[in-house]
């Protein structure tokens, strides 16, 4: 440990510390915009400038390691000097764009004009040097260039973290430009992180831009679906409609980065919903589609429930219970056809589903294909879309009563005889296990649309109708069983730590 002082408190810190992360952690917050602590250093806003004892110029706390006996002034008369310097040339040729700019709300240069600017500007408009206003860099990314600070942020995070290297600046002074080399676009399967740290809107995403006010979202705290290494996520949602996901930083899983497939995942969450339950005769209220799911499980032994891989712990746990306590004789398997992708050495993992470890370990077997292939006759298919993973499979299914449990419209729920609403992720309490076998919790985000319940609400209901108890006043309940069963599961819910990253 080092022991520095910051302005004239004496505290200790983590030997290696850049200062401005030491600064952070004794509750100093250093202004920056090219500092990002999930890449490398490189100095060259001065925005974190700040007065060391015994060197006369000011340094960059982004650049400086702690010492032991440091003594370390953020708030001098110099200090806010040249603060408000630093933002008056950052500003120089920026756009009068706030009204228009899809950042306004979360724009590290209005946070801090406000906080450390304030100057009234020396320039009139018409002598601001003019630059490319919408520059498609990629199929995710917009560029305006005029909103660019340089901080370099972007250019790194394709260097340093991806590797791909697609962005570049050119030209000098005035005239420097974040660009791409000719010919080339800004195509790797990370792209949109750079949209996340750009500190400014310069970068926005081609699909989120002109959608909606960052002031009117609510977020969740949240787990990325799309595949088995459950990135942390934001959910931001605005009139029970998921409007973006975001990364949320957790260092043992995805850092601070998340790919763009799993960001741009989401609107199946929002379109196409099944709202009421409906079988051969039309809608039905959540208790008449009860009543018709039971009529059809009179023999247990011939009724195959078909778990998913996609669904919660709490959901699995809760129909493993169903099916032992309410339902003995019926046969229980899991599993997913949905295609396999690569393990690009970085995020994404080649299994697609978010919880087949968490299934495995609840005891869900899966040796789905086998058992579809049974005599069974009536198969409860929970949120599992075999249809639209496996066309094929029409004929096998062809003969079976199907009742699909699904959030969508799926291929399975339209070739089902009875068809009843159940929530997505993004509407429960709930967790999953990644392919690590860390138990990762989420929160409900938006309400569930229509009559769609939770699948804990479903079991429980059909058990009561067959006279039967599955044991848990709540889903709280049946949490705390659960992770007293399965041993082993860490839990880990993220809060939000990082510096302001744009
Ligand atoms: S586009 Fe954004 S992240 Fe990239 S250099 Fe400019 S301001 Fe920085
Ligand atoms: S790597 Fe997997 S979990 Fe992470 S964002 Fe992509 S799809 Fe989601
Ligand atoms: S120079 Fe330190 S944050 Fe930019």
Not at 476 to 500: N, P, Q, S, Y
Request: charged letters at 25%.
């Amino acid at each position: 440990m080092a022991k520095i002082t910051i302005n004239g408190v004496e505290q200790a810190v983590e030997d290696g510390l850049y200062l401005i992360e030491a600064a952070r952690r004794c509750g100093v917050d250093i202004p920056h915009y090219c500092y990002h602590p999930g890449l490398p250093v490189e100095g060259n806003c001065r925005m974190c400038s700040v007065e060391v004892e015994g060197i006369p110029k000011l340094q960059t706390a982004c650049t400086t390691i702690v010492q032991d006996g440091m003594v370390v002034i953020t708030d001098s008369e110099k200090v806010v000097g040249e603060r408000s310097d630093v933002m008056e040339f950052l500003l120089r040729n920026h756009p009068i764009d706030c009204p228009i700019c899809d950042q306004a709300g979360e724009c590290g240069l209005q946070d801090y004009y406000m906080e450390h600017g304030l100057h009234d500007s020396r320039i009139t408009v018409s002598e601001k040097v003019k630059k490319k206003k919408r520059v498609d860099l990629g199929p995710n990314v917009v560029l305006d260039s005029e909103r660019c600070i340089l901080c370099t942020r972007c250019v790194r995070f394709c260097k340093d973290v991806v590797g791909t290297e697609e962005l570049v600046i050119k030209n000098r002074s005035n005239h420097a430009e974040i660009t791409t080399f000719p010919g080339k676009g800004l195509v790797n399967p990370y792209a949109l992180n750079t949209v996340d740290i750009c500190p400014v809107g310069a970068l926005t995403s081609r699909k989120f831009r002109f959608q909606c006010r960052v002031w009117y979202m609510k977020n969740a705290t949240s787990i990325c679906p799309g595949c088995e290494r459950g990135c942390n996520i934001w959910i931001d949602h605005h009139e029970n409609k998921i409007q973006r996901l975001r990364p949320r930083l957790n260092p043992d899983v995805n850092n601070y980065w998340m790919c763009d497939e799993g960001r741009l995942d989401f609107h199946w969450i929002n379109d196409d919903r099944v709202l009421r339950a409906e079988g051969p005769d039309g809608l039905m209220r959540p208790d008449e589609a009860d009543r018709a799911v039971l009529a059809l499980l009179s023999n247990p032994g011939d009724v195959l429930i078909v778990a998913s891989p996609r669904s919660t712990n709490e959901s699995l746990f809760a129909l493993k219970r169903f099916v032992e306590v309410a339902l003995p004789g019926a046969a229980l398997t899991g599993g997913s056809f949905r295609p396999t992708g690569d393990d690009d050495g970085f995020l994404r993992l080649p299994d697609k589903n978010p919880n087949s470890r968490g299934m495995r370990e609840i005891g869900i077997a899966g040796d789905l294909e086998n058992r579809l292939n049974g005599s069974a006759g009536v198969v409860l298919v929970f949120e599992n879309d075999l249809l639209g993973d496996r066309p094929d499979l029409e004929s096998v299914l062809a003969g079976k009563k199907v009742v699909a449990f699904t959030s969508n419209r799926t291929a399975t729920a339209r070739g089902a005889d009875l068809v009843v609403p159940v929530t997505t992720y993004a509407e429960l309490n709930g967790s999953f296990t990644n392919h690590a076998g860390l138990r990762q919790e989420f929160r409900s985000a938006i309400r569930p649309p229509g009559d769609s319940r939770s699948v804990f609400d479903v079991v429980k209901s059909l058990s009561g109708l067959l006279g039967k108890e599955l044991g848990w006043e709540s889903e709280t309940a049946l949490t705390k069983e659960m992770t007293d069963v399965i041993t082993g599961w860490g839990v880990r819910v993220e809060e939000e730590t990082e510096l302001h990253a744009g």
